[in-house]
């Protein structure tokens, strides 16, 4: 790679360099050698107060003389001159015409010795906070010392009651824009130019370094109006690098470089190239800012990748939530400011999650303002930024920016391969099949493996110790899949396998031809070529065809219980809305969701949604026919498993027929079928009384395995209730109800010889 450059980096001085204490003035060197460094920032602030302390004497001695011979009850101050003159110097009077000279003498002699001893203190590279910030936004002499004014009621409460007299307003405790100019200035002339200090434009309001201090809805004159220091540059001065409270809500975490992985992330082309490009933008000097927009997979993906650059550049990366951002008080665009004036302070990257969740697809008004600002403070302030979604980048991009538009896609099943192997190397209890087992069904990124293994570590332990084993890194894997569904879906939890599905032998032998569809998947996408033939339709779809209660949602548990996947049932009820694009909307929330966890989507009774498209005869149709068109893209798009069940073939429009891989018929349970069902329905621990006559129920009660399940229970809790075991007279009973339930007539005949218990 070469040499790293010195980012420091990120930091950038929007203006003139800093010429407060140049550090090597002339005549220095003498006075550097006979004087000891400053011992950190804040004994460098005791001077600079020292010297403000001479400037407001200094202001004093002319207040007076403008106020001599005047009555001190029409100056309506509430300090005396003695009191005045303690607050000064905490001494006794001196005389106003003994001051004068002295002043000017104690002035010039701090000046001098304050210039040495930062002069010696930059050559031992002892970091003055105050001075930094001078480099960081192109700060002026007279403005570092307007900052030291509003700084200076923040330490000393004294200095208070002194602004107050100096201003014959004892309730205005903080310094006025006028009295900032008459203590930094020595002539008139000099305080109209400086007036400039003051323009929204100009670096003090510009980055919020100070602020006006609003009184009321009155107007306040120019010069009257009170002025503070910002709080996050007052702790930023006090060498305390606290994020700015303003962005707390908004910022996930603050993650600063540490020693690397002793077990590397295989390396990737991304992180490589994005390493180069910034060594030479920061070659070629500040003239462009590299911006990334990271694009697909899981937010630990996008977000392990910057925390890898920054690593290498020695850089904290601040991680910020982009739709919390959206959400602040004062709006986006601001609190988008204050956390790029952050990474400046820190120094730091930054770090955008989730940007496409809040510009809309759409080139509205607000997204457009959003992207020029985003723009314009990033050529401005930022430096190294990191913007992240899951969506590619639609947007237009004002220039002039070095912006790169990176996708991350999964990794491959070798490379999964080859960092589970990495992980499990020193992991005796894993024999070597496991990093194949592993690499198949979890498709995780590396940061996400390296979680796993850590969580799995735990879930060992909350077991009650011993061994790691593959269940608990299965377990660990699967936490890792955690989508926000936001209530458009429930998740299924898998606890049945094949001993508790009835059916025929064809449909069987297709459920299992579906489990080794994903089982063998990397063998025929990775390594057999078959993914760099196709560009959609590598997800897996299929439908279920059968009645109500033939098992369709008990072979979606048994697929999800074999693969060891999550499963998640749509409720169609959230999903489908009469306004328009709302029904989109939410679609797009589940597949983006579903895309970053590979899990299994359940749509049941999805002839709502998956319906024929029908002629157009009004705007109803047609935007019904728009939200089958755009499930269609979707269901093309994704690439984990989609399973759709229906009672009814022909009410699934053709084109998604077209795109199942499998369609597996649920037929109507035939007498055997319906025996096995009723002899594994009772679990085993369940008492069943000698005269429960499996085979008679099986032949005479054509019922379907869900009836069959819900007869089984109804007659469960009438035997509880008499104290008696499961026998046919509860069972006839159960199926009475559920006959009436499903208006079905019901034959005594047929019951016979139990017709009785009816």
């Known amino acids: 790679m070469g040499r790293k450059p010195e980012l420091k980096g990120n930091r950038v001085a929007p203006g003139e360099e800093a010429v407060l204490d140049d550090p090597s003035p002339a005549g220095s060197e003498g006075v550097a050698e006979a004087i000891h460094p400053y011992a950190d920032g804040m004994d460098y602030l005791a001077d600079r107060l020292k010297r403000l302390d001479l400037l407001v004497h200094r202001e004093v001695l002319r207040f007076r003389r403008r106020a001599q011979g005047a009555d001190p009850l029409d100056r309506y101050a509430a300090v005396t001159e003695a009191e ?109 130019g400086a007036r400039l200090a003051f323009l929204p434009t100009a670096p003090l309001f510009r980055y919020h370094l100070i602020e006006r201090v609003e009184e009321g809805s009155t107007v306040t004159p120019f010069l009257s109006t009170p002025i503070k220091i910002d709080d996050r540059i007052t702790l930023f001065l006090f060498g305390k690098n606290i994020p700015d409270p303003r962005i707390q809500r908004m910022l996930r975490s603050v993650v600063f470089p540490v020693a690397q992985d002793p077990l590397p992330p295989v390396p990737q082309d991304p992180e490589k190239g994005m390493i180069l490009l910034i060594e030479e933008s920061f070659r070629r000097g500040q003239g462009k800012k590299p911006v990334f927009y990271l694009h697909g997979q899981s937010r630990p993906h996008r977000e392990g990748l910057a925390q890898a650059v920054c690593r290498y550049f020695h850089l904290p990366l601040l991680v910020i939530d982009a739709e919390e951002m959206a959400a602040s008080k ?75 538009l990176i996708e991350l896609r999964p990794p491959g099943y070798a490379d999964r391969m080859k960092r589970w192997t990495a992980l499990l190397a020193d992991e005796k209890a894993f024999d070597d099949t496991a990093p194949s087992t592993l690499a198949t069904k979890h498709r995780l990124s590396f940061e996400e493996m390296a979680d796993a293994l850590g969580r799995s570590k735990s879930i060992a332990t909350l077991r009650g110790g011993g061994p790691m084993t593959l269940a608990d890194l299965d377990a660990a894997c699967r936490e890792q899949h955690r989508p926000n569904f936001g209530g458009l879906a429930s998740r299924i939890e ?11 032998p064809d449909p069987m032998k297709q459920l299992r031809e579906i489990c080794s569809y994903v089982k063998y998947r990397h063998r025929v996408y990775d390594e057999w070529g078959f993914d760099r033939r196709l560009s959609l339709g590598k997800g897996l779809n299929i439908l279920f065809v059968g009645p109500s209660g033939t098992g369709k949602t008990l072979a979606a548990e048994v697929i999800a219980h074999e693969l060891g996947v ?51 005869k009004d705007a109803h149709d047609r935007y019904a026919n728009i939200e089958v068109a755009y499930l269609l893209q979707k269901i093309e798009e994704y690439e984990g498993m989609t399973i759709l069940t229906t009672n009814l073939r022909n009410n699934i429009d053709d084109a998604f027929s077209r795109r199942m891989h499998f369609a597996v018929d649920f037929p109507f349970p035939e007498e055997a079928d319906r025996r096995r069902i009723w002899e594994g329905v009772f679990p085993k621990e369940a008492p069943l009384a000698a005269d429960l006559d499996i085979p008679f129920l099986a032949r005479q009660c ?47 005949a047929d019951f016979d010889p139990y017709h009785d218990f009816i």
Not at 88 to 104: F, K, Q, T, V, Y
Not at 144 to 169: K, M, P, T
Not at 364 to 392: C, D, N, V, W, Y
């Open 494 to 504: 898998p606890k049945q396998g094949w001993d508790a599905l009835v059916l025929p």
């Open 84 to 192: 005045a003159d303690l607050l000064i110097r905490n001494r006794p009077d001196e005389g106003d015409s003994a001051e004068a000279g002295a002043l000017l003498n104690a002035l010039i002699l701090l000046e001098k010795a304050m210039e040495g001893r930062v002069a010696i203190s930059l050559r031992n590279k002892i970091f003055l906070p105050a001075l930094e910030l001078s480099r960081i936004f192109g700060l002026s002499r007279l403005e570092n010392d307007i900052l030291v004014v509003c700084l200076a009621s923040e330490i000393d409460r004294r200095h208070e009651r002194l602004f107050g007299y100096l201003q014959d307003d004892m309730t205005q405790k903080r310094p006025s824009i006028g009295l900032a100019l008459s203590l930094c200035c020595d002539t008139q002339n000099e305080q109209i």
């Open 330 to 404: 004062n709006g986006f665009e601001e609190g988008f400011f204050f956390a790029i004036r952050e990474t400046l302070l820190q120094p730091a990257a930054i770090y955008i999650d989730d940007l496409d969740r809040v510009l809309e697809s759409n080139a509205t008004a607000q997204t457009s303002l959003r992207i020029k600002a985003l723009a314009k403070l990033i050529h401005e302030m930022g430096g190294l930024t990191f913007l992240a979604g899951a969506q590619p980048w639609v947007w237009d991009l004002p220039q002039p920016h070095l912006f790169s």
């Open 566 to 616: 999550a499963l998640y049932r749509i409720d169609l009820s959230m999903i489908v809305s009469k306004y328009i694009g709302e029904t989109e909307k939410n679609l797009s929330h589940i597949f983006r969701e579903a895309q970053q966890t590979q899990l299994i989507l359940f749509f049941d009774e999805a002839d709502a949604l998956f319906g024929k498209r029908s002629e157009v």
């Open 702 to 748: 054509k019922l379907t395995g869900g009836h069959i399940k819900n007869v089984a229970l109804h007659a469960a809790f009438l035997a509880a209730a008499e104290g008696k075991a499961i026998g046919m007279a509860p069972t006839i009973q159960a199926i009475k109800r559920e006959l009436q339930k499903m208006g079905k007539p019901i034959n005594k």
